[in-house]
Structure formats: structure tokens, C-alpha cells
């Protein structure tokens, strides 16, 4: 197996780098520096407030910190991504283990009372399930945290510009359903141009995907040029260049964008611009986004993956979230085989139609 991961990354360094020729060297236009952005000290503070005292970090044969392995984040679904109002005012580290256990304990039976139970499926605890019980990440996710966002401090994601609204306002419409249809479930289904990038098995997750009822497993592969990223979810893979290209042209727009890495330390600092403007963040165009993502093992089984967001057109200022990523050999990728004998998209479609003839049930 082993040998089969390698030949494979070996084949997807060689396209990046023909990919890197095509593009001709070009430069994206000018930002301001990822590693200087309003709020990066607190970021690196968060960081090293997590790092296991008296560890030293593992390196590779060829001298780059060891962030390389099999990850989850399965038990960090369920954390709410911004700071709950019960705890306004307070830092992760003021909750008591008291408090922070009632609250896990909360967001445990909250997960269960949202899972799609409905005669006909498996039982867990005497409660019928519609889907297979080992779909679900969720239920028993033991947490890390209070919260994901760390900068600002209090903990919020900045507020949005007029554009920002502007763009949240025309998303939500365009995935409405028209007032008077049958059913309010799912969204328009009057064409496959209605349906997201995910129902169409083109993209999930990518940027970024949150822990959630499954496919939380990820790989991170490192050689001295490359990092690449897997993630389990629709099988999806970021090549990370090391060797300081620049940014292809304004032209070129990946689903996920270019990502570029470099050291900062201990830490693997990862820019990624010219995203397609298809893709949509947090309900807003990533036309003008940019990812700064560190990666740091912060102990033995332990990887901070935070991610500043900065989209200048949609948010007041850059702001963080980071996730906890645990090594676990147990959590292998599996194929997510979204497409091969997918009718999904047919079948919303057809419900659609359905729906119009006010057949389909709400």
C-alpha cells in the first residue's frame, strides 16, 4: 500500500509541476503579506499556548518538522464554531472541566435528537436510525474545546461589509424555494445549476471542511517540495508546493485555488489564492479569498490546524478558527465514490418535478 501512496504522489508532484510550467511563472496581484495579517500574533499565540511543554517536534530525514500522518477530527464535531453567548466575556481556558463537560454531554444529545431517525432502520438505544448507525461521527464526539474561532478574542466572526451582506442575501435567495411549492425541504430543484457544488459531486468540503457526521479522516504526505493534503471527504487532495513559486495569474482558478506553503518554524504556513468564484465560503463568493492555514504538531498524536480567513470585500477584518487534528492510524481514507452510480442529482430533480404537481410530500 504504501508503495501504491507513493507512486501516486509521485504522478500528482509530476502534473503540478507540468501545471506550474503551463502557467508561466505569472504573479497574482499584490496583498498584503499572509504572515502580517490583523491578528496573526494572537494566532501564534493561540498556537504556542497549545504546544506540550518539554516536547520537541519530530523531523523528517531532510530536516522539515514531521507533520506527516493519518488524522481525525471526528471527535470535534458538535463544538460550536463561535463562541456560545452563556460565555461571553470569557477565554477558552476560564471554562471549568465541569462546565465544559455539561456542555459536550449537551451537544451530545443535541446530535442524536438531529440524526434522521425514521422507522425501517438500525437501532441505537431503541431508536430507529434511517441510515447505516456507522454513517455517524457525531454522536458520541468527546471535544476538545468550547469553541473554534480565536481571533478576534471575543471569539466572533467579524461583521460583514455591505457587499458581504449583499452576497449572504443573494445566496439565500437563490437557494429558496419559490413561495406556494409543495415542499420547503432541500432548496430549488428546477435545474442541476440549482444544486450545490456538493449535491453535483464536484466539490465538499475542500476549504476547509468542518468536522461533521462523517469522512473527518485526512492524510497529510510530505516530501522536501511538496505537502499534500487528503481528505476523505469526495477524495479530495491539495498539492502544497514548498519551493517558493510564485502564485499563477489572475487566469488560472482551481476549485480550491493554489496553495503555497512555507516554514515559519515549527509551523507549516500555507497561502491559497485564486479560487474559483464558483466556490461559495460561509455563504459568500471566494472570488477575492484568501486561506492562510498553519499546520503545527503540537504534541506525540496532535496537529493545530487554524485557518485565517481574509476576504476584504466580505469581511471587516481577517479572523481564525482552528481545529485539533488527532493521529489515528484507525481512521483510514476511505473511497468515497460520489459519482460512480450516483442518481442523486436525477432523483432531487425528479423529486423537483414532483414537487410541482404537488405530489411530494413536505
Same mark, same amino acid.
Given at each position: 500500500?504504501?508503495?501504491?501512496?507513493?507512486?501516486?504522489?509521485?504522478?500528482?508532484?509530476?502534473?503540478? &509541476?507540468?501545471?506550474?510550467?503551463?502557467?508561466?511563472?505569472?504573479?497574482?496581484?499584490?496583498?498584503?503579506?499572509?504572515?502580517?495579517?490583523?491578528? #496573526?500574533?494572537?494566532?501564534?499565540?493561540?498556537?504556542?499556548?497549545?504546544? *506540550?511543554?518539554?516536547?520537541?517536534?519530530? %523531523?523528517?530525514?531532510?530536516?522539515?518538522?514531521?507533520?506527516?500522518?493519518?488524522?481525525?477530527?471526528? !471527535?470535534?464535531?458538535?463544538?460550536?464554531?463561535?463562541? /456560545? !453567548?452563556?460565555?461571553?466575556?470569557?477565554? %477558552?481556558?476560564?471554562?471549568?472541566?465541569?462546565?465544559?463537560?455539561?456542555?459536550?454531554?449537551?451537544?451530545? *444529545?443535541?446530535?442524536?435528537?438531529?440524526?434522521?431517525? &425514521? +422507522?425501517?432502520?438500525?437501532?441505537?438505544?431503541?431508536?430507529?436510525?434511517?441510515?447505516?448507525?456507522?454513517?455517524?461521527?457525531?454522536?458520541?464526539?468527546?471535544? #476538545?474545546? /468550547?469553541?473554534?474561532?480565536?481571533? /478576534?478574542?471575543?471569539?466572533?466572526? /467579524?461583521?460583514?461589509?455591505?457587499?458581504?451582506?449583499?452576497?449572504?442575501?443573494?445566496?439565500?435567495?437563490?437557494?429558496?424555494?419559490?413561495?406556494?411549492?409543495?415542499?420547503?425541504?432541500?432548496?430549488?430543484?428546477?435545474?442541476?445549476?440549482?444544486?450545490?457544488?456538493?449535491?453535483?459531486?464536484?466539490?465538499?468540503? +475542500?476549504? #476547509? $471542511?468542518?468536522?461533521?457526521?462523517?469522512?473527518?479522516?485526512?492524510?497529510?504526505?510530505?516530501?522536501?517540495? $511538496?505537502?499534500?493534503?487528503?481528505?476523505? %471527504?469526495?477524495?479530495?487532495?491539495?498539492?502544497?508546493?514548498?519551493?517558493?513559486?510564485?502564485?499563477?495569474?489572475?487566469?488560472?482558478?482551481?476549485?480550491?485555488?493554489?496553495?503555497?506553503?512555507?516554514?515559519?518554524?515549527?509551523?507549516?504556513?500555507?497561502?491559497?489564492?485564486?479560487?474559483?468564484?464558483?466556490?461559495?465560503?460561509?455563504?459568500?463568493?471566494?472570488?477575492?479569498?484568501?486561506?492562510?492555514?498553519?499546520?503545527?504538531?503540537?504534541?506525540?498524536?496532535?496537529?493545530?490546524?487554524?485557518?485565517?480567513?481574509?476576504?476584504?470585500?466580505? $469581511? &471587516?477584518?481577517?479572523?481564525?478558527?482552528?481545529?485539533? %487534528?488527532?493521529?489515528?492510524?484507525?481512521?483510514?481514507?476511505?473511497?468515497? &465514490?460520489?459519482?460512480?452510480?450516483?442518481?442523486?442529482?436525477?432523483?432531487?430533480?425528479?423529486?423537483?418535478?414532483?414537487?410541482?404537481? +404537488?405530489?411530494?410530500?413536505?
Amino acid at each position: 500500500m504504501r508503495s501504491h501512496i507513493t507512486r501516486s504522489l509521485a504522478v500528482a508532484v509530476a502534473l503540478v &509541476a507540468v501545471s506550474s510550467v503551463a502557467t508561466g511563472g505569472q504573479t497574482s496581484s499584490a496583498r498584503p503579506d499572509a504572515l502580517s495579517l490583523t491578528g #496573526s500574533e494572537n494566532v501564534r499565540a493561540f498556537i504556542a499556548s497549545r504546544v *506540550q511543554k518539554d516536547w520537541t517536534p519530530p %523531523m523528517t530525514p531532510w530536516g522539515h518538522p514531521d507533520i506527516s500522518g493519518i488524522f481525525t477530527t471526528k !471527535d470535534e464535531a458538535n463544538t460550536p464554531f463561535e463562541r /456560545p !453567548d452563556e460565555w461571553a466575556g470569557r477565554r %477558552m481556558d476560564d471554562i471549568t472541566p465541569k462546565e465544559f463537560a455539561e456542555a459536550v454531554a449537551q451537544r451530545q *444529545q443535541a446530535a442524536v435528537e438531529r440524526a434522521p431517525f &425514521a +422507522g425501517g432502520g438500525e437501532a441505537q438505544e431503541g431508536v430507529a436510525i434511517a441510515v447505516p448507525i456507522h454513517w455517524f461521527d457525531n454522536l458520541a464526539a468527546k471535544n #476538545s474545546r /468550547p469553541w473554534f474561532v480565536v481571533d /478576534p478574542p471575543e471569539g466572533k466572526v /467579524p461583521a460583514r461589509t455591505p457587499e458581504g451582506l449583499r452576497q449572504a442575501d443573494t445566496i439565500a435567495q437563490r437557494r429558496a424555494v419559490p413561495a406556494g411549492a409543495a415542499t420547503t425541504r432541500g432548496g430549488r430543484r428546477d435545474t442541476y445549476l440549482d444544486r450545490s457544488l456538493g449535491d453535483r459531486c464536484i466539490v465538499v468540503g +475542500g476549504l #476547509s $471542511y468542518l468536522p461533521n457526521l462523517y469522512g473527518n479522516s485526512y492524510q497529510i504526505l510530505q516530501t522536501p517540495d $511538496y505537502v499534500v493534503l487528503r481528505q476523505e %471527504m469526495v477524495h479530495e487532495a491539495r498539492m502544497i508546493a514548498l519551493d517558493g513559486r510564485p502564485q499563477p495569474g489572475a487566469p488560472v482558478h482551481p476549485h480550491f485555488g493554489n496553495s503555497r506553503g512555507r516554514w515559519e518554524g515549527n509551523t507549516l504556513v500555507v497561502e491559497t489564492t485564486n479560487i474559483h468564484p464558483s466556490m461559495v465560503y460561509r455563504n459568500a463568493s471566494a472570488k477575492d479569498l484568501r486561506l492562510v492555514e498553519r499546520f503545527t504538531r503540537i504534541g506525540p498524536n496532535k496537529v493545530e490546524w487554524t485557518v485565517t480567513v481574509d476576504s476584504p470585500s466580505v $469581511y &471587516a477584518r481577517p479572523w481564525t478558527f482552528s481545529l485539533p %487534528m488527532t493521529e489515528d492510524n484507525t481512521q483510514l481514507i476511505h473511497e468515497y &465514490a460520489c459519482h460512480e452510480g450516483n442518481f442523486g442529482l436525477a432523483n432531487l430533480l425528479t423529486a423537483g418535478r414532483e414537487a410541482d404537481k +404537488g405530489n411530494a410530500p413536505r
